[in-house]
C-alpha cells in the first residue's frame, strides 16, 4: 500500500520549504518533502562546525532582497541581523578595494584622486559596445582592458572553467562598479543575515506545518513508486528528472576546504586582519589571478558572532560530476539552448512543477527563489480553486 500525499515535494531548500509551507498552512494540504542531503535547507544550509563556529556548508549566503513581499514573508520566520557585505581582492600580493570603486583607482594611481578623474579615466578606458553580448564585452564596456585584466578575466576563467565572451552578459553584470567611495558589494535595499542562521529559519517553518512530513538521505528515484500523490514539486535538476534525455545540461561544482584558527593563531594575524580574533580584513577576498581557489569567506566578519575562534573557505571551482554537487547553472547561449529543449518537456507535464534553481536551470538568488515559490504557489491555489 502506497503511502499518499497531496503533494510531493522533491528537495528541502528554499523552493521546497517555502511551497510546503504555504501548501500546507494555507491550503491544509498534506506534503511529504524529500531530499538526499542529510539536512533540510538545500544549499543555504548553516552549522556550528567543530569548532564552534558558525559557518555556510555550501559556500557563503548573503542574503538581499528589493522585493518588499519577499521581505514580509520571511520575517513571519526570522528576525534579522543587518549587515552590509564587505569583499576585498586579491592581486599582485596586495589588497584592493572591491567592486571597483573610487577606492580601487586611488590604489591604481597611488594617491588621493576625485570621483571626476576616475569617470575620466573610464571614459577613456572604456570600449565603445552599446550591447554587450557576453560578460568580456559587459566588463569591458564599464570599466576597459586594463581592470578587466586585473580583477575579472581571471577570476571568471577559474570559476566558470570558460573564458568570460562565452558567458551571457548578466553573468559578470552581478557586480556593480561605482565611481564614489561606496564599495559595498551588493545594491539591494535590504541586505540582512537571518539572526540565528538559515537552518534555524526553515526549522521554524516545519515547526509551523504540521501536515508536513520530512524525508531527509531519500532519493525521490528510490522512492516515487511507493508515493502516490496528487502533485510533484521537484527542485532538483531538470535534466536528471528526464534521465538527461537530450544530453546533460552543463553546471559548476565547488570544492570548499575549511581551515579554523584558535586565538594564539589569530594573535599573529592582526597585522593582516586589522581586528583581533580575525584571520583576513573582510568577509570575503577574492583570488581573481594567482590562486586556484576564487575566494576566502571568513563568515564571522558578518555574523557578528562572539567566539575566540574562526573559520575561513576556501572554494575550489570543479567541473559538475560523480561526486560534485551542481551548483550553478551555466548562463551561455548553448546550455539555454539544450534547456529550452527540457522546458518543453517540462510544460507537458501537468501534474509535475519545477521550480528553483536547478529546477529551472536559472542563476537565481535566494530572493529570487523564494519569489518564484510564492508565485508558484499562487498558480497551483488558482488552478485547484478552478
Ligand atoms: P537548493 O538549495 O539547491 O535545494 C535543492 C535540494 O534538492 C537540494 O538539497 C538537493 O539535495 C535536493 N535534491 C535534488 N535532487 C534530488 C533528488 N533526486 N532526490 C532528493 N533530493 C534531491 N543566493 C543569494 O541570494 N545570496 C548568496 O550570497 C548566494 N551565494 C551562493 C553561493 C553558492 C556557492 C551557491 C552554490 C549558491 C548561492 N546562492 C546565493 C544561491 C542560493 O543557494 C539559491 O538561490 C538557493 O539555495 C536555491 O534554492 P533551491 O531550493 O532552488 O535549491
Ligand atoms: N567576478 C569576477 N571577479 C570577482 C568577482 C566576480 O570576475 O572578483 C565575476 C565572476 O564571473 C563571477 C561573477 O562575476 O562568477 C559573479 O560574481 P558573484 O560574486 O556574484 O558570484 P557568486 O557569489 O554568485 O558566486
Known amino acids: 500500500m502506497p503511502w499518499s500525499f497531496d503533494y510531493l515535494i522533491v528537495g528541502a531548500g528554499f523552493s521546497g520549504l517555502v511551497l510546503a509551507e504555504r501548501l500546507s498552512n494555507e491550503l491544509g494540504a498534506s506534503c511529504l518533502v ?11 544550509y548553516d552549522e556550528h562546525d567543530d569548532h564552534g563556529v558558525l559557518v555556510h556548508r555550501y559556500g557563503p549566503h548573503y542574503f538581499r532582497t528589493n522585493s518588499s ?15 552590509t557585505y564587505r569583499v576585498l581582492s586579491h592581486t599582485e600580493g596586495r589588497y584592493w578595494s572591491f567592486p571597483i570603486n573610487l577606492k580601487t583607482f586611488e590604489q591604481l594611481v597611488g594617491r588621493v584622486s576625485t570621483d571626476e578623474e576616475f569617470e575620466t579615466y573610464l571614459a577613456q578606458s572604456r570600449l565603445r559596445i552599446p550591447e554587450p553580448r557576453n560578460s568580456e564585452e559587459v566588463v569591458l564596456a ?20 570558460l573564458e568570460p565572451r562565452q558567458l551571457d552578459p548578466s ?14 558589494y551588493l ?31 531519500t532519493d525521490y528515484r528510490e522512492l516515487r513508486s511507493q508515493i ?20 546533460a545540461l552543463p553546471y559548476r561544482s565547488l570544492r570548499f576546504e575549511a581551515e579554523s584558527f584558535g586565538p594564539a593563531e589569530l594573535e599573529s594575524r592582526v597585522a593582516i586582519s586589522g581586528k583581533r580574533g580575525f ?4 568577509l570575503q577576498v577574492n583570488y581573481p589571478n594567482d590562486e586556484a581557489f576564487t575566494r576566502i569567506v571568513e563568515l564571522k566578519h ?35 539552448a539544450l534547456y529550452a529543449r527540457y522546458e518543453a518537456r517540462a510544460r507537458a507535464e501537468r501534474a509535475v512543477t519545477f521550480v528553483g534553481r536547478l529546477g529551472t536551470y536559472r542563476y537565481l538568488n535566494m530572493d529570487q527563489v523564494v519569489a518564484a515559490a510564492l508565485v508558484e504557489f499562487e498558480r497551483l491555489k488558482t488552478r485547484l480553486a478552478a
Open 34 to 44: 524529500v531530499d538526499r542531503r542529510a539536512h533540510i535547507g538545500g544549499n543555504c
Open 69 to 83: 513581499a519577499v521581505l514580509d514573508y520571511l520575517s513571519g520566520f526570522t528576525d534579522w541581523r543587518k549587515v
Open 142 to 161: 564599464q570599466v576597459g582592458p586594463e581592470l578587466f585584466q586585473r580583477f575579472f578575466a581571471g577570476y571568471t576563467r577559474k570559476q566558470w572553467g
Open 171 to 184: 553573468v559578470c553584470a552581478r557586480i556593480p562598479v561605482r565611481t564614489n567611495r561606496d564599495d559595498a
Open 187 to 217: 545594491t539591494e535595499r535590504f541586505q540582512a543575515l537571518p539572526a540565528q542562521g538559515y537552518t534555524r529559519l526553515f526549522e521554524r517553518m516545519l515547526s509551523r506545518s504540521p501536515r508536513v512530513k520530512v524525508l531527509l538521505k
Open 228 to 247: 502516490q500523490c496528487g502533485h510533484l514539486i521537484f527542485t532538483g535538476p531538470i535534466d536528471e528528472y528526464f534521465d538527461h534525455c537530450y544530453g
Open 279 to 282: 584571520w583576513q580584513p573582510a
Open 302 to 336: 558578518a555574523t557578528g558572532q562572539i567566539c575566540e575562534n574562526t573559520t575561513i573557505i576556501r572554494e575550489y571551482p570543479e567541473p559538475h560530476g560523480p561526486g560534485n554537487d551542481p551548483y550553478y547553472p551555466v548562463p551561455s547561449a548553448s546550455s539555454r
